[in-house]
């Protein structure tokens, strides 16, 4: 018999998540039944939708939600042999056993040197992300300028990059002077460090006097009202996340910000990326792709044991990751 280990929420997160807010358990996983396999978590991912998602779906004591890269260890299902990866979405736990149905099978043209880990970032849910929230959202056309904030993470790093392939001029803004360093050589044509620059509207008008057609928010908040007064007529904006909200305690009060949507006749749509799985598989074809050809550069931020999967979220939300953040386990 083999036994899980998994974290809990032990407590709803108050501001930013605590170390004891989570407790990990020891899980005992029943012997198989015809049709089910075992499989082992090899690597697992900490995302920002954790934060807020924990406070609408999930209770106390639940296992905590997540998805994961995973090796089949025992199958008693035929249609799954022992030593396949799939990627499923079965939360922060070391073992799991499935029927099948929920697993999402690396593609058959995964080459063995390319890190699986990749199908939780750059070719996974975040790439996808960029994805769709560049090419139907925002609609970007050639030539036109991209902004995009939280650049130098798992979402934004591929929507800078997807934004070059796409013969545009890409504005991005990150934490940090080397996650800014990293920007600028994965080919962001201007990047700046929203936490030290004087003035974000100055950084912004600098970076494109002309304004902006795209904005790719993954912030929110006050970067977001200020961004965007530099949108250009007819600009588009895709509302990807607000990751400067997730741990108010408070929820924050920002400037309104129908007057420039009114006046430059502004698009500006939310969006979730479970909602275009019909594209998922086109767009992971397509990242794939320009991964190895070299056009779709990733870095990412790895942590080891599954025992520090608290600490990797954490940091992810604090801003210590510079790509996709992941554990290995
Ligand atoms: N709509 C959808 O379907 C999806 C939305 N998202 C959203 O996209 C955004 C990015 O996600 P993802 O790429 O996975 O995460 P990242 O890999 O970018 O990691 C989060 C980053 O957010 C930045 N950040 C944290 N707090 C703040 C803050 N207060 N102000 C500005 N930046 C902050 C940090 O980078 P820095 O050093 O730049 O501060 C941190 O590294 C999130 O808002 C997430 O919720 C992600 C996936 C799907
Ligand atoms: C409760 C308020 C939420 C406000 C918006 C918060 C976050 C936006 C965001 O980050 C959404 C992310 C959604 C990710 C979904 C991931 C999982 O469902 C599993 C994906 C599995 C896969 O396709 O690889």
């Not at 890190?115 to 560049?134: I, R």
């Not at 320009?290 to 044991?305: A, D, F, I, N, P």
């Amino acid at each position: 018999m083999v036994t899980a280990k998994v974290w809990v929420l032990k407590k709803h997160f108050e501001g930013f998540p605590k170390p004891s807010d989570f407790e990990m358990k020891q899980v005992a996983l029943a012997n198989l039944k015809d049709g089910e396999l075992l499989l082992e978590s090899v690597f697992l991912s900490v995302d920002p939708y954790m934060r807020p998602y924990s406070k609408r779906d999930m209770k106390e004591g639940d296992v905590m939600i997540g998805t994961q890269v995973a090796r089949i260890v025992e199958s008693k299902n035929p249609a799954f042999a022992v030593g396949t990866f799939a990627v499923a979405n079965r939360g922060w736990r070391t073992h799991f056993i499935s029927d099948g149905k929920d697993l999402s099978l690396l593609p058959a043209s995964w080459p063995e040197s390319l890190p699986k880990s990749l199908a939780l970032g750059t070719v996974g849910m975040p790439g996808l992300t960029a994805y769709v929230g560049l090419f139907e959202i925002c609609k970007m056309k050639p030539g036109e300028t991209v902004l995009v904030n939280a650049a130098a993470g798992a979402v934004g790093s591929v929507v800078g990059q997807l934004a070059k392939i796409g013969g545009c001029k890409v504005v991005g803004c990150a934490g940090s002077d080397s996650k800014v360093a990293y920007l600028k050589s994965i080919g962001f044509d201007e990047a700046f460090n929203y936490k030290t620059v004087t003035s974000l509207d100055e950084a912004l008008r600098k970076a494109s006097p002309d304004g902006y057609d795209c904005f790719f928010d993954n912030v929110g908040g006050e970067f977001a009202s200020i961004a965007i007064n530099h949108m250009k007529k007819y600009g588009r904006i895709a509302v990807c996340g607000a990751i400067s909200q997730y741990n108010d305690s408070v929820p924050q009060k920002g400037p309104y910000i129908q007057i420039p949507m009114i006046f430059n006749e502004l698009s500006m749509k939310g969006f979730i990326v479970t909602s275009w799985n019909n594209r998922r598989e086109e767009g992971v074809k397509a990242l794939l792709k320009w991964v190895l050809e070299g056009k779709l550069k990733y870095h990412e931020q790895v942590t080891e044991r599954f025992e520090n999967m608290p600490a990797a979220f954490i940091g992810m939300l604090k801003g210590e990751n510079l790509g996709k953040a992941v554990v290995k386990a």
